[in-house]
């Protein structure tokens, strides 16, 4: 099967069922999640523990694909170059605009707002541990992108970063920076907005994982290496911070 071919007649379709598909699905799984927020601690530790695990192996096998030859890098060119190819302008400068919402920049002053209004609530143990996931999260996306060294792709239609590709720093980011407001927000608001919540935080991170392959600044790995170690990252500090929370009420705010 040709696979570019495919990615190129349908990049509408493709990116429509992971911009609306997904986020529906996880919304769902919200909705019956919520219907118990008592789990117990070893639950949690279990699930947090598993999709973590799968993030980290997903990041290491295609780090390894990148790391032991060129085949890999080739496929991720041509995959890339069907899906700009096969996205109409009119997307393309909306994704151009659109992916400006994981810019370093904006996603810090987003978690320095998020801070700010955990402060004035008096939930001071939250807004610090905000505030350590993802300034760590920011470190850790800057280690794995030197360890790697990965070039940027061809033909993009945006001046290209200085900054390594793999894995995606606006992926990264973003999966880490709005999942943990999604994280504060189910924690704090009613019930019957979970999967509003899980739905819109789902939306805007791919919206933005996809926005870096349509403009051609990250290869489809780049971005799936992104999701997948922010993912880990997002998964296991949201674990401890459930385990301890369920340990000592003191933490419950």
Known sequence: MDYTALAQRHAVAIIAIVLFVVPSIAACASA?????????????AVAASVTAALGAAVFVAIAMRIAHGTAFS????????????????????????????????FLTLLCALMCVALIFTRRFGLAVYFAAVTSAGGLLNHALKAMMRRGRPTGSTVPLPESFAFPSGHTFGSI?????CAYVLLRLAPTRRD???VALACFIVLAIGTSRVVIGVHFPGDVIGGFASGGAWLAACIGVAELARRRSPALSD
């Open 176 to 180: 880490v920076c709005y999942g943990m």
């Open 32 to 44: 019956y999640a919520a219907r118990d927020r008592r789990a117990s601690g070893t639950t949690v």
């Open 195 to 197: 999967p509003l919540i």
């Open 74 to 105: 080739s496929a991720d060119q041509r995959v890339l170059d069907a899906v700009r190819d096969g996205t109409p302008a009119l997307a393309a400068r909306w994704f151009a605009s659109l992916t400006h919402l994981g810019d370093p920049w």
